[in-house]
């Protein structure tokens, strides 16, 4: 059998991809680090195939800019600005790949460019940037295989899945439901093709370095998986209620109905039977990300991959009326205003509007944690000079003992510990350490652990802002009750 046409080539999305790396660049040193990057940033100083939380990918990226550029946020950002433009590209192939003309591609490469999913990814140094980028990636390569039925492109989709295993986990569950849309859909006779099995096997063998790792430490990320699961809509964009309205704002709430019209077509259209595996991931994958109590963000990938389909499908759609193309245009110019606005550091961090942060929780996670620090630096200085020889800083998340690893040797903090995730196993505080400034614990926690404990002050960000620090009380503990080889197993948490 042929195989179908392939979409005329056109230099548009690179157009659209280009301008979408250069306006997250433009606004990569706005704010500052997030307390993912600077958790990321200690990491990459305790380089390893594994962590309690994660794969060893971002760590090892952020390590590398931070070598090349030290303290360079923009360096930091910069990986994700250019996979943001990938991500782009990879819609607009996709939509060239099921036959789409110069006006489909190109309208996938903007419905792409305006998204939610794109332009947060694309702003900060995540996992989830390289994550969604692999998805769609995956899905351009799925596409070109099914159309060509040439299954050596699948061998290529089972590297990047490989590498993306060392970021995240979550493209197993991709993987799981294209194999789900197979036997429901076919092409089932690529459930024995020597390429399909070796693109599989491969994916393994690039994940069997973190695999070890796991299995030598316990697997600690079922542990963290069920935390997370657990912890619901306790977590940032957790619950499955959020997770259903997420559904309707990581492209766009205007673009919705071409995400949707994209998954009736893979379902429906004759013609593009071949194709059906890709819608059925897609429903299966959601079913699966929200079944275990997975974040709303999880099925980005699988929606642009059906944002392509859709664009396909409403061109022919706008094909006979003015209207309906100055509707469609209409949309993404909205989506593009709403999305800028709520995604990218526009307005200055004094004046960032309640309604930003309700909606955008990680855009005041960026904003205070110079000021954060020179909390603690105070608290510090107050000691008396003999206890500040002998003082650390404790504190009670990833993000306050990054933030200290960052900002605190130019202002003369001592090194920072903390229980939670991979720090714990950065190393325990020294037995001689029996001076403690506590930060991120309640003090019923700090009492069991100390016979002395002391409010200090609390965290002052210096702007009007909701996030997790603000306002935190800060302690000086003396007389540990018992040694911190023994008190390091009632810190240390996962979560």
């Not at 993306?164 to 493209?171: A, E, H, P, T, W």
Request: aromatic share 10%; with cysteine; net charge neutral.
């Amino acid at each position: 059998m042929d195989a179908p046409p392939l979409g005329p080539r056109t230099r548009w999305p690179w157009a659209v991809a280009g301008a979408v790396s250069v306006v997250l660049l433009a606004f990569a040193g706005r704010y500052g680090y997030h307390r993912d990057e600077m958790y990321f940033l200690l990491d990459g100083r305790h380089l390893a195939w594994g962590y309690v939380d994660q794969g060893p990918l971002a760590p090892f990226i952020a390590r590398v800019a931070d070598t090349l550029a030290p303290g360079s946020l923009v360096a930091l950002r910069t990986p994700s600005a250019l996979l943001a433009g990938a991500m782009v590209l990879f819609v607009a192939g996709i939509a060239r790949e099921l036959g789409g003309g110069r006006a489909a591609q190109l309208l996938a490469a903007a419905v792409a460019a305006v998204s939610s999913i794109v332009l947060a990814a694309g702003h900060l140094h995540t996992t989830t940037t390289f994550d969604i980028t692999a998805w769609v990636a995956i899905g351009w390569l799925v596409t070109r295989a099914l159309r060509t039925d040439n299954t050596r492109w699948v061998l290529v989709a089972g590297a990047v899945a490989g590498v993306d295993l060392l970021n995240k986990y979550l493209v197993a569950g991709f993987g799981l439901a294209l194999l789900g849309g197979i036997v429901i859909a076919g092409p089932r006779r690529w459930l024995r093709d020597p390429w399909v099995l070796g693109g599989a096997a491969l994916a393994l063998a690039i994940w069997a370095p973190n695999l070890i790792w796991q299995a030598t430490h316990g697997w600690p990320q079922l542990e963290m998986a069920e935390s997370l699961s657990s912890a619901g809509e306790d977590t940032s964009y957790g619950g499955r209620l959020v997770f259903v309205g997420l559904q309707i704002v990581l492209v766009s709430p205007f673009l919705v109905p071409v995400w949707v019209a994209g998954a009736v077509a893979l379902f429906r259209r004759p013609e593009w039977r071949r194709y059906r595996v890709l819608a059925w991931a897609w429903a299966l994958v959601t079913l699966l990300y929200f079944a275990i109590g997975g974040k709303g963000y999880y099925t980005a990938g699988v929606l642009l991959i059906l944002t392509a389909a859709g664009s396909v499908v409403t061109v022919e759609w706008w094909a006979r009326s003015a209207v309906r193309r100055a509707a469609v245009a209409a949309a993404v110019v909205a989506s593009g205003a709403v999305t800028s606005v709520l995604m990218l550091p526009i307005f200055p961090p004094d004046r960032l509007p309640a309604l930003i942060v309700e909606i955008n929780y990680d855009a005041a996670e960026t904003i205070g944690w110079p000021a954060f620090a020179d909390s603690l630096a105070a608290v510090h200085r107050s000691l008396p000079a003999a206890d500040r020889e002998r003082a650390i800083v404790l504190t009670g998340n990833y993000g306050e003992a990054a933030a200290v690893a960052r900002y605190g040797p130019e202002r003369g903090l001592p090194r920072a510990y903390s229980g939670h995730n991979s720090v714990a196993d950065f190393g325990i505080p020294p037995e001689r350490a029996d001076v403690v400034i506590a930060i991120g614990f309640a003090e019923s926690k700090l009492r069991e652990l100390f016979a002395e404990v002391t409010p200090a002050g609390q965290v002052d960000l210096r702007v009007d802002i909701d996030n997790d620090e603000d306002g935190t009380p800060i302690w000086v503990c003396r007389q540990p009750r018992e040694s911190w080889a023994s008190a390091w197993d009632r810190i240390r948490r996962v979560g």
